[in-house]
Every structure is written in structure tokens, then in C-alpha cells.
């Protein structure tokens, strides 16, 4: 993975993820008990607007993989990390129920896309015979970092408000397009050669962990 620099980059991008996404997890259930009051229909309602936009995204990253070039994929990442902080930081601002369910679900379809394009990277570039160690390197980079937000921000939610953790927490998710960014501006971030399927041989599909 640190030889081919697109695949450690990509693994870092989950890592930057999770890094405010685990809160994430804890933030969903606050917000629909806690702050809006909704019990556990405002808790369903909000999660369930969050698996729907990683629903849209997904078919949105379906019809749009196989149109971008490198070039572009590369900028459509930056674009939806910074999309995702946006509405991530909408969501935990939200002054009424309905904003913020519709806050989150965009802030999804955004990660949907984003984590469906660098999925169908890593199975172009990653060979058949490292592809289930890297695969299961970045889950577990990503799972842990998420596990640790988790505990920060449950920790916090003791002493401070939800809306300021998930502000935290947005700003933490949307650095992440910042790095990306960098990386590829510098030059960083070349096309390797494809080690894995032919680009007319990966199925693009959502990722249910995102």
C-alpha cells in the first residue's frame, strides 16, 4: 500500500472519514432524542434518511464511475468530502427536524459516492493476490478510527452540547477533502497500472459500512 501511493491515499481517506463519521453514530441517536425530542421515531427517521442518501449516492456513483476520467475521479473525491462536512455542519445545526433529516441524508449521498468510486479504485489497482489484505487493512484502520471518535464523542456528549460535537466532528470528516486535495495537487496521486480487473470488469456497487 505505501508503494502505490493512490492506495495508501485511499485508506487514509476512510481514516479522515471516521475520524468525525464515529461520532457520527452517537450524534444520530442524540439528535432525534435529545435535541428535537423525537424518541425513537426521531432516531429512525434520521437514520433512515442516512441509509436512503447512501442509497442515492450509490446509484449516482453507479452511473457516474464509468464516465470520469483519473483526473476527474481525483476531484470528485475532494468535492464530496467537502460536501459531506457542509451538510454535516447543516445537520448538527439544524433549527427544525425536517432540515436536519434532510441535512444528513445529503451529507450521505455524498460519502455514498465517494466511497463507491474508491472502492471501484482499489478492485482496478489492487491485485488479486494482496487485494483481501487490503481490503480488510483499510476496514480495520476505518473501524478503528470510528471507534475511537465513538468514544470521544460519547465522553463529550456528557459535558457539552450535540450541536458543538457535531460541529467538531464536520470539520474533522471535511479536512479530509483538504488532504486529498493537497496530495493530488502536489503530484502525488498518480494512476497506477491496473493490477486488479479490466475497468470493464468492476462492478460498481455501494459499500454498506459507509
Same mark, same amino acid.
Given at each position: ?70 483526473? @476527474? ?5 475532494? $468535492?464530496?468530502?467537502? /460536501?459531506? !462536512?457542509?451538510?454535516?455542519?447543516? *445537520? +448538527?445545526? =439544524? ?57 470521544? @464523542? ?5 459535558? $457539552?452540547?450535540?450541536? /458543538?460535537? !457535531?460541529?467538531?466532528?464536520?470539520? *474533522? +470528516?471535511? =479536512? ?35
Amino acid at each position: 500500500m505505501r508503494a502505490t501511493p493512490l492506495i495508501f491515499g485511499i485508506g487514509l481517506i476512510n481514516v479522515g472519514w471516521a475520524s468525525g463519521g464515529g461520532a457520527g453514530q452517537i450524534l444520530l441517536s442524540l439528535f432525534g432524542d435529545v435535541v428535537f425530542r423525537r424518541g425513537s421515531v426521531g432516531i429512525g427517521a434520521i437514520w433512515g434518511s442516512a441509509g436512503v442518501g447512501l442509497i442515492i449516492g450509490s446509484i449516482i456513483a453507479h452511473r457516474l464511475f464509468p464516465r470520469l476520467s483519473f483526473k @476527474a475521479y481525483k476531484i470528485t473525491v475532494s $468535492v464530496c468530502y467537502i /460536501v459531506h !462536512g457542509l451538510f454535516y455542519l447543516l *445537520f +448538527s445545526l =439544524s433549527p427544525s427536524f425536517a432540515a436536519a433529516i434532510f441535512f444528513i441524508g445529503a451529507s450521505r449521498v455524498a460519502v455514498g459516492v465517494s466511497s463507491v468510486c474508491n472502492s471501484s479504485q482499489l478492485l482496478r489497482h489492487v491485485a488479486h493476490e494482496y487485494r483481501g489484505r487490503v481490503f480488510s487493512t483499510v476496514e480495520t484502520w476505518t473501524w478503528m478510527t470510528m471507534m475511537v471518535s465513538m468514544s470521544v @464523542a460519547g465522553y463529550a456528549s456528557d459535558h $457539552v452540547s450535540p450541536r /458543538v460535537i !457535531g460541529t467538531v466532528a464536520a470539520f *474533522f +470528516s471535511m =479536512s479530509t477533502a483538504f488532504w486529498w486535495g493537497w496530495a493530488n495537487y502536489a503530484g502525488k496521486l498518480p494512476e497506477p497500472a491496473l493490477a486488479g480487473g479490466a475497468p470493464d470488469e468492476v462492478e460498481v456497487h455501494g459499500d454498506p459500512a459507509a
